[in-house]
Nanobody
Framework: VYMEESGGGSVRLGGSLKLSCTIS????????LGWFRQLPGKEREGVAMINDYGTTRIPDSEKGRFIVSQDYTKKTLYLQMNNLKSEDTAMYYC?????????????????????????WGQGTQVTVSS
């Protein structure tokens, strides 16, 4: 399985960006997919998750601003980010956890964070400036 993010870039405060993550050679039916971000020297933090049933989890700090979605046909994960703040500046990664049985437990994914996921993209930089 190969994952690749795109859509990062520079944006003004209050602006929007939509990140995409294409997932290649993926034949699993059951999975959790997540978006994480990381600053240098900091741990990765989850900002959005979605599972094979289409259930989503967004942390309270991003609710109302971030929307996670997926296109089953294109095997692509999306993150729509609105009303961007300077603290959203980070490298953004998509990640996957595939499994034989479903649905993938999002509450477990949210609790365990990066350790729950074992396939990662290379990241795309998002920079928010005034």
């Amino acid at each position: 399985v190969y994952m690749e993010e795109s859509g990062g870039g520079s944006v003004r405060l209050g602006g929007s960006l939509k990140l995409s993550c294409t997932i290649s050679r993926h034949t699993y039916i059951h999975y959790c997919l997540g978006w994480f971000r990381q600053l240098p020297g900091k741990e990765r933090e989850g900002v959005a998750m979605i599972n094979d049933y289409g259930t989503t989890r967004i942390p309270d700090s991003e609710k109302g601003r971030f929307i996670v979605s997926q296109d089953y046909t294109k095997k692509t994960l999306y993150l729509q980010m609105n009303n961007l703040k300077s603290e959203d500046t980070a490298m953004y990664y998509c990640a996957a956890h595939f499994r034989e049985e479903g649905p993938c437990p999002l509450d477990d994914a949210l609790e365990r964070g990066p350790q729950f996921f074992y396939t990662w993209g290379q990241g795309t930089q998002v920079t928010v400036s005034s």
